[in-house]
């Protein structure tokens, strides 16, 4: 007899488990274009990095300037662009890379003095862009495409990321341009300018 009550509970309750929907409901689809994932970690107060030692920089992202006077236009190329920083033991190695959609993949990689990390340091607390720490979101339609992550010798980082139509970080902390300027600069004093001549 027990047996017998054990088996109609565990029926109900298999029942009543299978008779609500796990799924996504056609309405609430993340995968449905315009659907957005917003896996962003909530900071209850601001990000503060001490230490102004970067081991390493990475951003990747795609740009899209809408600029009507071409002076600007040239300045700051819409496309792709992956700019990195690394320390070594005798300064740090850039890397430099620009691409467009189906086009060819521009790219340089040299040597600079570790001043260069200072300077990337100095240019990210001005803006204070570790308050972009643990953005993430994601979602179907077309737009924007970002990623950053700045390891300091410390331990510390800032890791963002983001993936299609507005999901830029807050743009009082994240502009592209802040970074085209600053690696352009770089690659002008190491005759490394990959970006000369794009219209």
Request: glycine share 10%; with cysteine.
């Given at each position: ?21 796990v799924c996504f409901a056609a309405d609430e689809d993340v995968e449905e274009d315009g659907g ?99 953005h993430s979101v994601w979602n179907s339609a077309l737009g924007d495409d970002m990623s950053l ?51």
């Open positions: 007899m027990k047996a017998l009550t054990i088996g109609v509970l565990a029926a109900v309750l298999f029942g009543a488990i299978v008779g609500t929907s957005t994932r917003d896996n962003s970690v909530r900071h209850t107060r601001p990000v503060v990095i001490s230490s102004t030692a970067i081991s390493s920089f990475r951003l990747r992202f795609e740009f899209h300037g809408d600029y009507d006077k071409d002076e600007l236009r040239k300045r700051y190329p819409s496309g792709w662009y992956d700019l990195r920083l690394e320390k070594t033991g005798k300064g740090a190695d850039c890397h430099l890379e620009y691409w467009r959609d189906g086009g060819p993949s521009r790219k340089a990689d040299f040597p600079v003095k570790g001043e260069a990390l200072k300077q990337l340091d100095k240019l990210l607390k001005e803006h204070d862009v570790s308050q972009i720490d643990g992550e700045v390891r300091y010798e410390s331990g510390e980082m800032i890791r963002a990321d983001g993936q299609g139509g507005d999901v830029k970080p807050d743009p009082r902390y994240y502009r592209e341009e802040w970074f085209i300027d600053f690696f352009r600069a770089l690659g002008r004093k190491c005759k490394q300018d990959i970006w000369e001549g794009i219209a």
